[in-house]
């Protein structure tokens, strides 16, 4: 199958920061494209954005879905 990928664009370095520390404490799988990080998804897109809620619904990251 395909792997499905994540795409999150922060806003700012420390939005950045932040977001990659949750991500190495959650254990995503992760690439970097540019400023973005990139999280394999294996799961349901909902399950990932809702363990860094306050960083999207704040407007500090935004998340889109990839197929590659």
Not at 15 to 42: I, K, S, T
Not at 50 to 68: D, F, N
Request: aromatic share 8%; net charge negative; charged share 30%.
């Amino acid at each position: 199958g395909e792997q499905r990928w994540l795409r999150f664009t922060p806003r700012s370095a420390s939005d950045a920061l932040e977001l990659g520390y949750h991500a190495g404490n959650l254990h995503w799988r992760v690439r970097f494209d540019g400023e973005d990080l990139l999280v394999a998804q294996d799961g349901p897109a909902t399950a990932y954005a809702a363990r860094i809620e306050p960083l999207i619904s704040g407007g500090r990251v935004e998340m889109t879905e990839e197929a590659e």
